[in-house]
């Protein structure tokens, strides 16, 4: 009779030791900069998992570098992802969340589920809100919604009196008056692939001189695991006319460009790129570059440059030997899903020259990576350091997490960074401490 | 109709089936679901079509759901065998029943994960391996598992040994 307990404790046993032989605590040191370090791929059977379960705020606030005061600008959104700056100082929040992915395989109920762990319980919005904070106490007094019935809107852009929008399906404008507060009327600039949208943000923005729009359009999957049917016009930036609506594709292989901006010194678009699963802790980096036109940044064939990504088949060397490394990395499973520079000397000496990149934070290890705000310093319209934490406090002692941080916005006129988070639905607001025109107290906390 | 002389002498004598119908249906999907994930991730290997290996992962994760209600069953078979003589001869089979139905399971849910990969690297060899392991250990058990057993030599044998 007693065999079957130890029967079934072999079992679990065997099984315990087939699955954690295969763990990796992953530390490498040198992750960020133009020349990560790379380990060798490390497939496991079950991949490395740690989800930060959603901790409240409490009486906490995100921490920033002394000298700057964090504040709530408005909590109780919904999923908040992207922000943009009018010209009058009012700030728009898109808010929402996309993707229509089927599940094809019994890993995409399991997986989703569990990821679904690490994020908040609230509905997107599929709106825009509109935040006004006319006395600069960053707290903003008027919050309403802009524009509704969206359809999971993440990119923003305002170029010559318009305002660009877009949704996980296509790009759309609509005509703004100044102080208006309320949008209706859009019209389709052009549609965006949006079949499946696996990766369903559609990051955007305009070009220096505003004759040209930028959209991210990240792939269909992790590594081309969908079939790569559906990865016609994906993992691509596209240069769409604003005119005209006209488009081409700027560059491929960029398997998630999550958002894009432009560098103020040298005119040059860059994007942060989010890349793929599952191949260690330690890979692959994501990363923040300049968009080369006519580039091939390896997806899904090979990554940073190229190194080949065993799991594609037929695998393409001429292809491959095409593709360009990208320019500086950010840490792998980081996350980037913000970005933006910095204009002006309304910040301190040493952010004059550089961009912050929002990091939503890391699944696919032990130990969690992102969860912050960071600031890559640049010279001459180059990353010329490593990246420093900028915001961080998202995570608790027990890596439970407050908040997860998405689109940063820099306001040059303004002096102030806004922050996105779609964890606590609340738009942060930093701002030098002197700057600040209201009582400089930490404001209310979010729920 | 009067039974051949032999089996008047062995009261207890008849064909003794090793699985009850119910046991015997649910073996019946391990069986089918592993040896056609196998022929899926064969076909997924010259294809390199995704679909294929999609197909498996959906096979695998029947053939172990399927397969665990059987192995949780052999488990009471291995254990409840042996009260009387009869069963004990039963008890042999039983065991080589169980251990068949163990490496079938243990393989295929280790190829689950194993499958749970992106693209080529969900078969690959490893896969293709345990996916073949499966479906012999599968076949094999169904061989024993499906054979009836003949009690009445059993019983005999065990007669003479008292």
């Known amino acids: 009779m007693n065999r079957c307990p130890s029967l079934l404790m072999g079992v679990a046993g065997c099984l315990a030791l087939l699955l954690s032989a295969c763990a990796d605590p992953g530390e490498v040191t040198n992750q960020t900069g133009p020349e990560p370090q790379l380990p060798k791929v490390n497939e496991t059977l079950l991949p490395p998992m740690k989800i930060a379960k959603p901790a409240g705020w409490g009486n906490a606030l995100p921490l920033v570098p002394e000298g700057f005061t964090i504040t709530a600008l408005a909590t109780e959104l919904k999923i908040p992802r992207q922000i943009l700056v009018l010209p009058n100082g009012d700030i728009l929040v898109a808010e929402g969340s996309g993707g229509n992915a089927p599940k094809l395989r019994p890993k995409d109920v399991i997986a989703g589920y569990i990821k679904a762990l690490g994020k908040t319980d609230v509905e997107g919005g599929d709106r825009i809100t509109l935040l006004r904070d006319a006395d600069g106490d960053g707290q903003a007094e008027v919050k309403t919604t802009f524009i509704d019935g969206l359809d999971a809107p993440y990119g923003l852009a305002f170029v010559d009196g318009s305002l660009y929008v877009a949704n996980q399906d296509a790009l759309l404008r609509f005509p703004y008056t100044e102080g208006a507060t309320r949008l209706t009327d859009g019209e389709e600039v052009t549609k965006l692939p949006s079949e499946v949208n696996h990766h369903w943000t559609k990051a955007l923005t305009a070009s220096a001189d505003g004759t040209k729009l930028y959209v991210g359009i990240g792939s269909n999957s992790n590594v081309g695991e969908r079939g790569l049917d559906i990865e016609e016009e994906r993992a691509v930036i596209w240069e769409v006319d604003r005119e005209t609506g006209a488009r081409r594709t700027l560059v491929r292989g960029i398997r998630n460009p999550t958002a894009l901006a432009i560098e103020p010194g040298t005119g040059q678009l860059w994007a942060v790129v989010n890349e793929r699963d599952e191949l260690g802790p330690d890979l692959v980096p994501d990363y923040l570059t300049s968009v080369r036109d006519g580039a091939f940044y390896g997806w899904p064939y090979s990554y940073w440059g190229q190194n080949i990504d065993p799991r594609v088949r037929p695998q393409k060397p001429e292809l491959v030997k095409t593709a360009i490394a990208p320019d500086y990395a950010l840490g792998s499973h980081v996350a980037a899903l913000g970005l933006t520079f910095v204009t002006g000397e309304t910040l301190p000496a040493e952010y004059r020259q550089g961009a912050f990149v929002g990091q939503h934070g890391s699944w696919n290890r032990e130990t969690l990576s992102g969860y912050k705000v960071v600031w890559v310093p640049f010279l001459n319209g180059r990353p010329s350091g490593p990246p420093q934490d900028f915001v961080t406090g998202f995570i608790t002692g027990n890596d439970r997490a407050r908040g997860r941080p998405v689109g940063v916005t820099f306001d040059a006129a303004r002096g102030r960074l806004l922050i996105a988070d779609d964890l606590s639905n609340t738009v942060w607001h930093v701002a030098p401490t002197g700057a600040m025109t209201g009582s400089g107290t930490p404001a209310n906390t979010p729920q | ?162």
């Open chain 2, 1 to 162: 109709m009067a039974a051949p002389p032999v089996r008047q002498r062995l009261p207890h004598s008849r064909l003794y089936p090793l699985l009850h119908p119910l046991h015997a249906l649910l073996l019946a999907f391990p069986i089918a679901l592993f040896s056609s994930a196998l022929a899926s991730d064969i076909t997924y290997l010259n294809s390199a079509e995704i679909q294929w290996t999609n197909f498996s992962q959906w096979l695998l994760a029947g053939g172990c759901l399927m397969g665990g209600f059987a192995l949780l069953w052999a488990l009471v078979l291995v254990a409840r065998t042996g009260a009387t003589p009869e069963e004990r001869a039963v008890r042999t089979r039983a065991v080589v029943y169980l251990l068949l139905l163990a490496v079938m399971w243990i393989a295929g849910l280790v190829n689950s994960f194993q499958h749970s990969r992106d693209g080529w690297s969900s078969v690959e060899t490893t896969g293709l391996v345990l996916s073949i392991i499966s479906t012999l250990a599968a076949l094999a058990a169904g061989w024993v598992g499906y054979s009836s057993l003949r009690a009445e030599r059993a019983y005999l044998a065990e007669g003479e040994g008292l």
